[in-house]
């Protein structure tokens, strides 16, 4: 009996195993993905899409065959296999240009159920268009412009462009061409940008642009030989290509168009050119600004034809020298002088050296008890200040010496006295130069208008003619850059629009030190001149020659400052013109005129002679006081 219930028990173990085993077997591999589809999505991206044909697989995995890889490859999910319910794929970072095979594989439970690897036909990425590079324009002499570059890779063809400077975009190509060059001709002068994009089928690249370039006879066009600056100024000297001297030439400077033109940018006339047609021209400091970047360029004209520019350069002023640290002392004022007149001294050394100065400043606008005057003797003789103030009495306060020594015919000292420009005394003339001529200048003037309002400029005072006010000079460079008189329809526009100035008191000499708030004049000279020293004023103003010096200036709040040093004396070792714009700036003044200095040199504080009489040092001392013409000072006001 027992063993009968064993062989029960046994058969009954493998009829439940067999079925077990039975059971097992139905479970079946997954059918395989069908309606696989690619789409190329960007020139290194494609996305699968497959019909799921299965409701029990875990996810999937997807393959991307390269040519030439090996059949068997990875799955590039292999370790975040897709969710079961996905039906699309991004592959990304694929190589442009390369053919590749994508596949899906359905997962089961069971590795050993799981899908067939179905894969796609090849899918041919395309290549990368390439971008053109190394764009060179050359300007040809029949204003012609042809522009190269370096083939692009996988480019069928390529289109070219032009627009004017200008214009904000690009119109329609101008020409489609497969070879890595194109002549853009019958051109208008003016400046235009160039442009070239690499095509192939329905792909093309962004415009890719060269340098503009002025259009222009290549032969023509001005060059720029050197560029040099200083705090002062910007030095050009250019050569002009056209064929004759006698044209228009000059600069053009502009604060945002780098590619300045005659017609809407600041243009400064250029001087004659010699017979070589290589000229130096100044930019003066009086109408440029510190810490600004300008693009400049040499304009020539054949007459009221093409205009010919120069290529463009950047110029910036120097930094401006710091300003000298002079200790001064209030000085009291004798009995009758009124305390809006404010005179002081110094004895701090200047720049190592002695140096003894003195200056009185004052108001002498509306509501003030004090005028600005300018003085000449009512006999018309010369004489020493101190005498002169004898005669104009206790209405003057301060007297200083004024411009340079007088004669009928002489132009470097002109001034104005009560409204009136004596004839005779003209401002347009400039001192002898190398080869004997003469140079047409704009002398320096510092004065105040009917209301007592102070104000410099540079002026042409002709004779028996109208007088004009600039507010900046002729840039006249000794033996280099000469200017010549102008018609006198041109005048009012020369060397820039003229003023309406009402000088009412003004005196003249020269050189102008400090002009709209900036040092006008330094150390640069040809030997006997400062380069920078618009009136042609002589070697007695160079640095190593440091004479006693007289300057009147004005401040930005409208006073007046008389200023005088003494120099060539054991105590004090005089100023040169550089320096004595500093001094003036840092005393508040914006504007500064030299005038006549050495043994002319004298202030008087009422009858008090402040400086010394004397010159030379050592056992060289000697008295040297001279008379002089004309005078300059704080007077009492007088009733209008």
Known sequence: M?????????????????LSCKEESQEVSLSDPGNLQTEIVGENSVRLSWTDKNTSETGFWVFARGEGDTFHVRPVNMDNPLPADSGEY???????????????????????????????????????????????????????????????????????????????????????????????????????????????????????????????TASKTPEINSVNTSYAFVNIEYTSKLRLTSVAHGLVISETNPYPNTTD?????????????KVKQLIPNAVLEYGKKYYLAVYTSEGTANTYYSETIEVALDEEPELPVLSWKKIANPSGVPSTVEVYSTETPLNGRP????????????????????????????????????EYGEDCY??????????????????????????????????????????????????????????????????????YYYRMPLPTVPDQAKYWYEASTELPHFPCDSTGWNAYNAISAGPMVLYNNRVVVDHTHNGSYYTTNYELR??????????????????????????????????????????LGLIMKSLGCVAALNLDGGGSTGM????????TWEQGKGTSRRSEYRAVWTTAGFFKKRAK
């Open 2 to 18: 027992k063993r009968l219930m064993t062989i029960v028990s046994l058969t009954v173990f493998f009829c439940a195993f067999f």
């Open 90 to 216: 991004l592959f990304e970072g694929l190589t442009p240009g390369k053919g590749y095979d994508f596949g899906v594989q359905a997962l089961a439970a069971d590795p050993k159920n799981n899908s067939s690897i179905v894969y796609t036909d090849r899918v041919q990425l395309p290549a990368v268009l390439g971008i053109p590079s190394d764009i060179s324009l050359t300007l040809d002499n029949d204003a012609a412009v042809t522009m190269t570059w370096t083939a692009a890779k996988s480019a069928e063809s390529y289109s070219v462009y032009v627009k004017s400077y200008t214009d904000a975009d690009f119109g329609d190509a101008a020409a489609n061409v497969t070879t890595h060059s194109y002549k853009f001709e019958k051109l208008p002068f003016g400046v235009y940008e160039f442009g070239v994009r690499a095509e192939s089928g329905n792909s093309s690249t962004d415009i890719v642009k060269g340098k503009p370039v002025r259009v222009q």
């Open 265 to 277: 940018d600041r243009v400064f006339w250029g001087p004659a050119l010699p017979s070589d047609k």
């Open 355 to 390: 140096f003894k100065a003195w200056y009185a400043i004052a108001d002498c606008g509306p509501g003030s008890d004090v005028e600005f005057r300018v003085m000449e003797p009512a006999d018309n003789t010369l004489k020493t200040i101190d005498k002169q103030v004898e």
């Open 398 to 467: 301060v007297l200083v010496n004024g411009g340079y020594f007088y004669k009928p015919s002489d132009w470097t000292s002109p001034f104005v006295i009560d409204g009136v420009r004596p004839l005779g005394r003209d401002a347009y003339g400039g001192s002898n130069t190398s080869d004997g001529g003469w140079a047409v200048v704009t002398p320096g003037v510092l004065g105040v208008d009917p209301s007592g309002k102070p104000d410099a400029f540079f002026w042409m005072a002709r004779p028996n003619d109208a007088t």
């Open 538 to 579: 002589a070697d007695d103003q160079f640095p190593g020659y440091l004479p006693d010096r007289t300057v009147v200036g004005h401040t930005a709040d409208g006073k007046v400052v008389l200023f005088i040093c003494d120099g060539r004396v054991d105590e004090s070792d005089g100023a040169s013109c550089p320096e």
């Open 604 to 611: 008087m504080l009422r009858d008090q002679h402040l400086n």
